[in-house]
């Protein structure tokens, strides 16, 4: 089964940029879709971004013009760029995977990573 691995989390100050990154392992042909969500807590866990293996994106409201996913199809690695950071950013970030196919009729709906920490300070 695919493992997901998160790295990039960490302290900024309010304004700053953190960038997160996911790599899938295992023998694996194709994701339809990886991205990434959040929770805070006291909150329920929320998508932040996505994209399909097509280039299809989803973002949060409270994310658009700030934070940018990118994923590469080749190394199943996904990233996601946050830029001009706010204290509400402040939550665990774990990367997801959806519609993972290893062969021809080898399937798993998805997969969750263990999640990293994004602490933003006012």
């Known amino acids: 089964q695919v493992q997901l691995v998160e790295s990039g989390g960490g302290l900024v100050q309010a304004g700053g940029s953190l960038r997160l990154s996911c790599a899938a392992s295992?023998?694996?042909?194709?994701?339809?879709?990886m991205g990434w969500y959040r929770q805070a807590p006291g909150k329920q866990r929320e998508l932040v971004a996505s994209?399909?293996?097509?280039?299809?994106?989803s973002y949060a409201d409270s994310v658009k013009g700030r934070f940018t996913i990118s994923r590469d199809n080749a190394q199943n690695t996904a990233h996601l760029q946050m830029n001009s950071l706010k204290p509400e950013d402040t939550a665990v970030y774990y990367c997801?995977?959806?519609?993972?196919?290893?062969?021809?009729?080898?399937?798993?709906?998805?997969?969750w990573g263990q999640g990293t920490q994004v602490t933003v300070s006012s």
């Open positions: 295992g023998s694996i042909f194709s994701i339809h879709d």
């Open positions: 994209m399909t293996t097509d280039g299809t994106t």
């Open positions: 997801n995977a959806e519609g993972i196919q290893y062969s021809d009729y080898q399937f798993d709906f998805g997969s």
